[in-house]
C-alpha cells in the first residue's frame, strides 16, 4: 500500500470508522466533527487507505503517547518522581501572557508556587505540533484491532520551524523492518520518502533574496542602536574597560563570607566622577567541594578608567583591587578572613585569576578566644597595606614582627578592554621607537618590555651588592689584572 500524506491531514482507520459512525460514542466536539467526515467518506465510496492512517495534533492518540514514553528501553522501567510530575505537562498547551518589559516583579521568590505555576515555569515552552502517521498490521480480514497499531513515523514541528522527522527518510538505506510478536512472527517492511514538490529555481532565488533583504534590515535595525561615532579618548590617553566579576572564595574557617573591594588609581589614571570604584558583595553561605568550603558569589561590577602619559619614557603603574574578606555569624558578629590584592591585567581579553590571602594574627589564647565567642580580630586600619601603601615615601618598607596567617582564596574574572587612538596608527609609521602609550598597541611586546626591565632592574641590583661586598683591594688588582 502507498499513500501520500500532507501536514496534519487525517486518514481514519477502520477502528476511527467504526468508533465516530456510532453517535453514543460522540462526546467532545472533535467527536462529533470526524462522525460527520466519516459519513461524508463512506457517501463517497469509503476510505482509500486500508492500513495506513494517521493520528493528528488534536487526536487522543498524541496526548496519550506523550504521556506513556519511556526514558529507557527497559522491559520494567519505574519512572522517577520528576518523570511523574512532568508527564502531565504539553509543551504545546502552554497558555502564557507576554510580560512586558518595563513591568517588575513584585515578588523575586516564590515561597509556595502553585501547580499551575510550576507547569509554565520549569517547562521549555517552545510550542510543539505533532502528528503520527500509523500502520495497521493486522492479519488480512481483521483490520481495526488497536493492538496491532504501530507508530511508522512522528512528525514534529516547533515555533522555531525546525522539522523533526523520526525516523528518518529512507533514502539509500533499506526499508525499515517492524516484526510483530506472536504465533506467525509476521515481519512488515516500509520506506518513507519526501513527497514535497521541489521548488523551482526561480522560486528559490526570490526566497534567497527575500532573506537577504530581510537580514540587511535587521543588520541596519542593530546600527542604528549601536551607532556609528564611537567616542574615541583624546591623544595620549588610554581607555581600559572592565566587566569584573568574583566568582567565589574557598577554604575559610568560617562560614556566611562576603568580599569588600576597592580599586586604587595610581597618578595618572583617573575615573569619570559617577563610577563606583567600591563594592560589597551578598553574604554567601559555603558548600562542601572536595575538601574546601566554596562560596559562590558570582557578583559582577563595571569599571572605567581612563590613563593619560604624561612622560613618554615611563612605564604605566596599573591599578590595584584590594579586598577583604569577612565572615558575618547568627549574632551579626564579623570577623576578618583574609586580605589581598589584584594587580589589573596589562593585555586585553578574559582572565581567571585566583588570589591567596592572610590575616593578622595575635599570639595567645586569649586573641583566639576573643576571635572565636565574640568575634572580631585584628585589622588593618589602611588597606593598601596588603602591598606597599600609597602613603608610604621612604625607600625601604619593613614589616619585621608583623604576624600573619595564610587563610583562603577569592577567585576572580575579568574581561579587560582597551581602547586607544594609538591603536589605529598604521604598523609602517611604527618604525621608529615612540612613546610606551603608541607601543601599547602590542600587548605581547609590551609584557616582555616589563618582565626585560625588571630582571635588568633585578641583575643591576644583584652586581652593586656583590660588588660592595668584595674587598677593595681584590676588586683593584682584577681591575688591573684585567
Not at 467518506?41 to 504521556?67: M, S, V
Request: net charge negative; with cysteine.
Amino acid at each position: 500500500e502507498e499513500a501520500e500524506v500532507g501536514w496534519q491531514e487525517k486518514l481514519f482507520s477502520q477502528f476511527e470508522v467504526d468508533l465516530y459512525l456510532n453517535e453514543s460514542a460522540c462526546q467532545t466536539p472533535l467527536d462529533w466533527q470526524y462522525h460527520e467526515e466519516i459519513q461524508k467518506l463512506e457517501k463517497a465510496g469509503g476510505r482509500k487507505n486500508c492500513r495506513i492512517f494517521t493520528y493528528t495534533d488534536h487526536d487522543r492518540f498524541t496526548n496519550l503517547e506523550e504521556l506513556c514514553q519511556k526514558v529507557t528501553d527497559l522491559d520494567h522501567e519505574v519512572p522517577s518522581y520528576l518523570v511523574e510530575r512532568m508527564a502531565n505537562v504539553r509543551r504545546r498547551r502552554q497558555d502564557r501572557r507576554p510580560v512586558e518589559a518595563s513591568s517588575l516583579k513584585t515578588k523575586i521568590i516564590t515561597w509556595e508556587p502553585s501547580e499551575e505555576f510550576i507547569k509554565n515555569n520549569h517547562v521549555i515552552n517552545t510550542p510543539v505540533q505533532t502528528m503520527y502517521i500509523m500502520g495497521d498490521l493486522g492479519p488480512y480480514g481483521k483490520l481495526g484491532h488497536r493492538e496491532y497499531e504501530n507508530v511508522l513515523c512522528t512528525i514534529k514541528v516547533d515555533g522555531n520551524g525546525v522539522i523533526t522527522v523520526k525516523p528518518d527518510f529512507t533514502g539509500t538505506k533499506g526499508a525499515y523492518r517492524i516484526e510483530l510478536d506472536g504465533e506467525k512472527r509476521e515481519v512488515w517492511e516500509y520506506t518513507i520518502e519526501n513527497a514535497s514538490a521541489q521548488v523551482q529555481p526561480e522560486e528559490e532565488e526570490r526566497e534567497q533574496r527575500m532573506f537577504r533583504d530581510l537580514y540587511g534590515r535587521h543588520r541596519d535595525y542593530l546600527s542604528g542602536l549601536v551607532g556609528s561615532d564611537f567616542e574615541m579618548p583624546l591623544p595620549g590617553t588610554l581607555r581600559l574597560f572592565m566587566n569584573g566579576e568574583i566568582v567565589s572564595a574557598q577554604g575559610y574557617e568560617y562560614d556566611n563570607l562576603y568580599v569588600h573591594f576597592f580599586l586604587e588609581l595610581p597618578n595618572q589614571w583617573s575615573s569619570s566622577p559617577f563610577q563606583q570604584l567600591s563594592g560589597v558583595t551578598q553574604t554567601c553561605a559555603t558548600k562542601t567541594v572536595g575538601w574546601d568550603n566554596v562560596a559562590y558569589f558570582c557578583y559582577p561590577f563595571t569599571m572605567e578608567m581612563f590613563y593619560t602619559q604624561e612622560d613618554e619614557d615611563s612605564l604605566p603603574l596599573w591599578p590595584v583591587l584590594y579586598f577583604e574578606v569577612l565572615s558575618l555569624d547568627f549574632w551579626q558578629r564579623y570577623r576578618v578572613e583574609g586580605y589581598g590584592s589584584l594587580v589589573l591585567p596589562a593585555f586585553p581579553g578574559v582572565h581567571i585569576l585566583t588570589i591567596p590571602t592572610w590575616r593578622p594574627v595575635e599570639l595567645g589564647t586569649v586573641a583566639e578566644m576573643r576571635r572565636f565567642f565574640i568575634g572580631g580580630s585584628p585589622e588593618l586600619e589602611d588597606l593598601t597595606y596588603v602591598r606597599v601603601p600609597s602613603t608610604f615615601k621612604g625607600k625601604h618598607l619593613s614589616r619585621f614582627g608583623f604576624r600573619t596567617e595564610t587563610t583562603g582564596s577569592v577567585t576572580f574574572r575579568l574581561y579587560c578592554l582597551q581602547q586607544s587612538k594609538a591603536f589605529l596608527e598604521n604598523s609602517a609609521l611604527r618604525q621608529r621607537m615612540q612613546s610606551v602609550l603608541d607601543r601599547m598597541g602590542g600587548f605581547s611586546q609590551q609584557s616582555s618590555v616589563y618582565n626585560v626591565l625588571e630582571a635588568f632592574q633585578r641583575a643591576r641590583r644583584r652586581m652593586q651588592e656583590a660588588r660592595e661586598s668584595l674587598p677593595q683591594d681584590l676588586i683593584n688588582t682584577s681591575t688591573s689584572t684585567v
